[in-house]
Structure formats: structure tokens, C-alpha cells
């Protein structure tokens, strides 16, 4: 079991930068691949980013790729969301999430388990 929670949300303007952090609890946090989600209304929930259990790997959604960075620190049990140049079409609640990771090259893109309880991103035009 591991627990998560976000935080760096809030509301921008288009163009500029955040930050957003996750810190899990609970088991050891390096078994776990982690990625980044967001949903909106009306929208379908969309794989953001994603990272391996050691950082070696990463995969990014091709609305934000050259623009968001996710990265891990497995000494502190945190994920980060480095979102540069946000549009406004990023507007969304994002979640963080973890999957036991299958040890593949590459990050998971299913069997994300366990879940943030998700943060506010509102990019104003």
C-alpha cells in the first residue's frame, strides 16, 4: 500500500511555469513506476508523464512533450512535474499515481493502482 499526495497546483497565466510535487508514504517507493494524470470535465483521464522505478526512462503525452519534465527522488519518496510554457488547454486536475513496476525499460502506461487525490491546474488566458 502507498499513499499520495500532491501539491503545487494553482491558478497561472499562459506562458508561465509550475511546479508540481508528489510525496508518497507507506512502501518502499522505488518498486513503483510513476506518472502523472489529468482529467477535466470533459475530457477522459490522459497519461501526462511517466517515469520508471529508477528514473532511467520517462514517456510524455504529445501535448506537453518539450514542455513538462517529470523527475524522482527515491531518497525523498517524491515525484515532480516541471510544467513549463502552459497553455491554457492544460487546465486540469492532475493526479499522481503509482504502479508496481514491471522493471521494463520503458515506464508502464497501465496498472496505476494507487492514486493522489489530485491538484487544481488553471492556466488564464
Known amino acids: 500500500q502507498v499513499q499520495l499526495v500532491e501539491s503545487g497546483g494553482g491558478l497561472v497565466q499562459v506562458g508561465d511555469s509550475l511546479r508540481l510535487s508528489c510525496t508518497s508514504s507507506?512502501?518502499?517507493?522505488?518498486?513503483?513506476?510513476m506518472a502523472w494524470f489529468r482529467r477535466t470535465p470533459e475530457k477522459d483521464r490522459e497519461l501526462v508523464a511517466a517515469i520508471t522505478w529508477d528514473g532511467s526512462s520517462t514517456r510524455y503525452g504529445n501535448s506537453v512533450k518539450g514542455r513538462f519534465t517529470i523527475s524522482r527522488d527515491n531518497g525523498k519518496s517524491t515525484v515532480d512535474l516541471q510544467m513549463n510554457n502552459l497553455l491554457a488547454e492544460d487546465t486540469a486536475t492532475y493526479y499522481c499515481?503509482?504502479?508496481?513496476?514491471?522493471?521494463?525499460?520503458?515506464?508502464?502506461?497501465?496498472?496505476?493502482?494507487?492514486w493522489g487525490q489530485g491538484t487544481q491546474v488553471t492556466v488564464s488566458s
Open positions: 499515481a503509482a504502479a508496481r513496476s514491471p522493471r521494463n525499460p520503458t515506464p508502464a502506461t497501465w496498472g496505476y493502482e494507487w
Open positions: 507507506g512502501r518502499t517507493f522505488s518498486i513503483y513506476d
